[in-house]
């Protein structure tokens, strides 16, 4: 099993382009989930899913989509990019709630 | 979710034990207390949770006071391997209304001395 699955590992993007972070699990997990993580800090959530079609905001949701169309894959659109959304973005998925959380190994996104 | 307290940095020589200690001193009765750490340039990594009872699997053991007020993880044969940074936290099975997000403090971050 791959686990989570993210791409690209790295990007750089111009202020005001747009880009859509994929992730996906292959561990038939319901929960999906997107964090962020600025540096010398701890992680923030963005947005979260339960399920295929379901997706809901987390605590930093502005500036930021996502979309749930099958189990396996969660992505993170971001629309207008601006500097401040400079970090890093994991994504994890969990069979339930309550249960540990598989992340990814991280999208590190540059905004110049 | 309560809040927890770790010490920012601590250091362990290598086939040590690392023994590290978290404050939850404003834990509910249903709230668990899960270990993740990070290792450098990767996604945090699940080690173990517990609610009142000592835990134990292949990676660690997980030491909770009968008060529940404070845990240790404990790693009981550490290698250069194991610097990460360590983060505990401490959460009730389910948040509610779907919401299952981890909130991540700043950790503990362990180096491992060879």
């Known amino acids: 099993n791959a686990g989570v699955t993210q791409t690209p590992k790295f990007r750089i993007l111009k202020i005001g382009q747009s880009m859509t972070l994929q992730c996906t699990q292959d561990m038939n997990h319901n929960y999906m989930y997107w964090y962020r993580q600025d540096p010398g800090m701890g992680l923030k959530l963005i947005y979260y899913s339960v399920g295929a079609g379901i997706t809901d905001k987390g605590e930093v949701p502005n500036g930021y989509n996502v979309s749930r169309s099958t189990t396996e894959d969660f992505p993170l659109r971001l629309e207008l990019a601006a500097p401040s959304q400079t970090s890093v973005y994991f994504c994890a998925s969990s069979f339930r709630v309550g249960q540990p959380q598989h992340f990814g190994d991280g999208t590190r996104l540059s905004i110049l | 979710d309560a809040k927890t307290t770790q010490p920012p940095s601590m250091d362990c020589a290598e086939g040590r034990a690392a023994n590290l200690p978290c404050n939850h001193s404003?834990?509910?009765?249903?709230?668990?207390v899960y270990w993740y750490r990070q290792i450098h340039s990767q996604g945090p990594q699940y080690i173990i949770h517990?609610?009142?009872n000592n835990e134990t699997n292949e990676m660690a053991s997980l030491i909770i006071t009968e008060d529940r007020k404070s845990s240790t993880l404990i790693l009981p044969h550490a290698t250069l391997r194991d610097t990460a940074v360590y983060y505990c936290i401490v959460r009730p099975p389910s948040s509610g209304g779907g919401a299952d997000g981890l909130t991540f403090g700043k950790g503990t971050h362990l180096i491992i001395q060879p």
């Open positions: 517990g609610l009142k």
């Open positions: 404003t834990i509910s009765g249903n709230e668990y």
